[in-house]
Every structure is written in structure tokens, then in C-alpha cells.
């Protein structure tokens, strides 16, 4: 009789009177003894109790786990089905059992005093991905896999968790018409109305359509998400080497998209520009939202009177590396909660066009509104570019031009 076998004979004469397979008398125990399947680690505890005695033999019809395991093979097959519609390096496959299974196994080991059991799920799970192994061609994967087979056990129904996938990159954005990401409609939400003309939304277009449907299609996904490092005003462009972004496909059927041909497609609308496409994790969503990136801007501005180029230059230069109290502007605070906020200006360069109209190019730190920190926007913006010049300033266009930002070079 083998060791571990003799350690838990005395353990093992109750759950083996209970009308248990082979199998699941095997889980009991299922942490002892290497190399065997359940099967017959139950085969070999009938068997010592045999010859010590004691006759129990394994039930037609299991009391614990009603005989699922001999649908195993017809479980691997659906789920094969399933997994070969969609593309994957991996799988891991899931299931799930009927509670009631799970509460009596749970009952069995507390009665028994079982502790080196192993869950059916668990062995489920293992011998169901053996079955599948050979039928996908693909790996194993458990800590992240691409997709998962999970198999309702009660219904035989698989149904596929598929990982999205993440392409990460930079835009440009060259209309002051189209915003970054999809914007309902206000009216209906995006159901459709009159107002919307039925789109549901406010917007024929954004940055984020125009790649994503494109990804969409090409990768067979259901939804796409964009995930952009900050966001610039829809009457602001985003111009230089653009503002960093991910895009998130949901349920891909297709994983490795070729990306130059996505950045082929998606550039040749002249609404918006796409670079630097590549692979991204998940991961990357979570470090661009967390970014506060430095911005550089460039912004025309009207002045009320006329202005004097030395005057000019010289209130731009005395904006370095100044602190500013930004109370949330007038425009947003139907939406913000009303705070101060402390700002940098980092610099200010400013460029005569005419004789109430100069370009101020300047940078500033992640999150300080530009307009009001040149116009005051009423005292909220404290010291601002029109406080300082002694003569009330508008930004009529502002573009973003830098984004002060380096990806690494690779997920
Ligand atoms: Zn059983
Ligand atoms: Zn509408």
C-alpha cells in the first residue's frame, strides 16, 4: 500500500460509504499522492480499503457530482467551437458548476475534516482544458489569457471572454469641428432624434471614430473605447507631434491587426491624424490617465486698444515660471466643482500679427485653462495676461502644439 495512501485510510472509510465515483472519492484527497488523475486515486483508496476490510464500491450514479465528468468530452468540443471562431495565441478554459454541487463538496470536506481536497471546479477546468488542448492548437495560458472557454456545466453553453486589445499611439487633430472621443446627443442620448438628424450624436464624427471604426472592422470587435492623455477643446487643435492616446477594441475576433494598415486608413481623412501606432497593455490606460504632461500652446489673441511690441514682450517675458490662481472658469462650472487651483506658466513668447491682434505661445503646466488665464475670465484668473498688460485680451483660436510626454519605447 503506498504512504499517503495509509495516512488517510481511516479518513477515507466515510465519504467512500457516501455513494461518491471514483473521481470524486479521488478529489478528497486530491492534493496527495502525485502523478494520477482523480480517477484513480479513487480506484487505489477503494482498493486499500478493500483490503482492510471494508467494502464500498463506487456508485452508478454519483451522489456528489451527478456524473458531469462523463460529459467532459462533449464539453471540450463546444468549447473548441467556440475558441476556433476567434484568434488567440491562448485560452484558459472556466466553468461553472451547480451551486448545489459546489455546497455538498463543501459539506463533505467539513464532515470529513478533508483538507488536502482539490474543488471540482478546479478539476474540472484542468481536465476539460486537456480535452481542448489537442483540438485549438493553442497554449495554456493562466495568468493572462486572451480568451476564455466558460463552460456552464448545467446547460453545456460556452460562452467566450475574449481580452480587448489595446493599440496605443498619437493624434492629431486639425479641425476646431470634431471633438476627441464620440459625444451623444444631448436630447436623446444617442437613441436618435430630430435634433441629431438620427445619429445620436452631437457630432458627425471625433478622433476616436474615425481609427476606431476602422479597428473595429478590421479586428472583428464589437465596441471600441479611447483613452486620450487629457483632451484638448473641440474648437482647439491638436497640432505638432500630437497628443498620446489608446485605443481599446472589445471582443476582438482578430487580435494582430496589421496597425499600418489601420494608420493607412484612418489617415485619410484630413479631420484627424494618426502616428506611432503600436501594441499597447492594458496597463498603458491606467499611466496615460495618470499622466499631467507639460503642454505647450499657441493661441491668437484680440486685445481691446492697440498694443505696443515692447510692452508686449515684456509681460510675456515676466510669465516665467509664475504661479497662478485659477478659480474653475465661468464656462465649465456647471460641471466642475467650484475650486482654486494653483498653476504654473512656465513660458510666454509673443508674436505682433497686428495692431490689436499677437500669437502668444507659451507653456504651462498639465490642467491651467488657457483662455482664462489670458483673458482673467472676470478675476477668476489671478495674475492673467490681460491683468498684467493692463488691457483686456480674448483668445480667438488655440491650438495645442506640444505635449511634453515621452512613451517608453515599448509595452
Ligand atoms: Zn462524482
Ligand atoms: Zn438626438
Redesign the pocket.
Known amino acids: 500500500m503506498e504512504e499517503w495512501i495509509k495516512g488517510i485510510l481511516d479518513k477515507a472509510r466515510g465519504p467512500a460509504e457516501r455513494g461518491l465515483c471514483d473521481r470524486c472519492l479521488g478529489r478528497m484527497f486530491g492534493k496527495l499522492g502525485t502523478g494520477m488523475t482523480n480517477d484513480v486515486r479513487g480506484k487505489k483508496i477503494r482498493e486499500a480499503l478493500s483490503e482492510a476490510g471494508k467494502t464500498a464500491p463506487a456508485s452508478e450514479t454519483c451522489s456528489l457530482c451527478e456524473n458531469v465528468f462523463d460529459m467532459m468530452n462533449r464539453f471540450a468540443a463546444s468549447a473548441a467551437e467556440k475558441i476556433r471562431c476567434v484568434e488567440s495565441d491562448d485560452f484558459l478554459v472556466g466553468s461553472r458548476v451547480e451551486p448545489e454541487i459546489s455546497d455538498r463538496e463543501k459539506s463533505l470536506w467539513e464532515e470529513y475534516g478533508l483538507d488536502n481536497a482539490e474543488a471540482i471546479k478546479t478539476e474540472l477546468n484542468r481536465e476539460i482544458g486537456k480535452l481542448v488542448l489537442p483540438l485549438v492548437n493553442r497554449r495554456v495560458e493562466f495568468k493572462n489569457p486572451q480568451i476564455v472557454a466558460c463552460i456552464d456545466t448545467r446547460f453545456a453553453d460556452v460562452v467566450l471572454d475574449i481580452a480587448p486589445i489595446f493599440i496605443s499611439g498619437r493624434y492629431t487633430k486639425n479641425s476646431r469641428e470634431i471633438p476627441q472621443t464620440i459625444w451623444p ?1 444631448r ?2 442620448k ?7 438628424g ?3 450624436k452631437m457630432y458627425r464624427t471625433s478622433v476616436q471614430e474615425i481609427i476606431g471604426d476602422i479597428a473595429l472592422e478590421m479586428s472583428g470587435g464589437e465596441e471600441h473605447f479611447f483613452h486620450g492623455m487629457g483632451r484638448e477643446d473641440i474648437d482647439a487643435r491638436m497640432l505638432g507631434d500630437g497628443r498620446p492616446f489608446v485605443l481599446e477594441i472589445s471582443r476582438p475576433k482578430i487580435r494582430n491587426i496589421d496597425l499600418e494598415e489601420l494608420g493607412r486608413r484612418a489617415n485619410i481623412s484630413d479631420l484627424a491624424g494618426y502616428a506611432r501606432l503600436q501594441p499597447a497593455a492594458r496597463e498603458t490606460v491606467q499611466r496615460y490617465k495618470c499622466a499631467d504632461p507639460d503642454k505647450t500652446y499657441k493661441a491668437r489673441v484680440r486685445v481691446d486698444g492697440k498694443v505696443n511690441k515692447a510692452r508686449l514682450n515684456e509681460v510675456a517675458l515676466s510669465f516665467k515660471n509664475v504661479c497662478i490662481d485659477q478659480r474653475t472658469p465661468h464656462r465649465v462650472e456647471h460641471r466642475r466643482a467650484d475650486l482654486v487651483r494653483k498653476r504654473e506658466i512656465r513660458w510666454v513668447e509673443a508674436e505682433i500679427i497686428g495692431d490689436d491682434v499677437f500669437d502668444l505661445t507659451l507653456n504651462a503646466e498639465s490642467g491651467t485653462y488657457i483662455k482664462e488665464f489670458v483673458s482673467g475670465d472676470g478675476g477668476r484668473t489671478n495674475p492673467s495676461f490681460s491683468g498684467v498688460l493692463g488691457a483686456q485680451c480674448a483668445v480667438e483660436t488655440l491650438d495645442v502644439t506640444a505635449i511634453n510626454y515621452q512613451e517608453p519605447m515599448r509595452d
Open positions: 446627443c436630447s436623446c444617442g437613441r436618435g432624434c430630430e435634433r441629431c438620427g445619429t445620436g
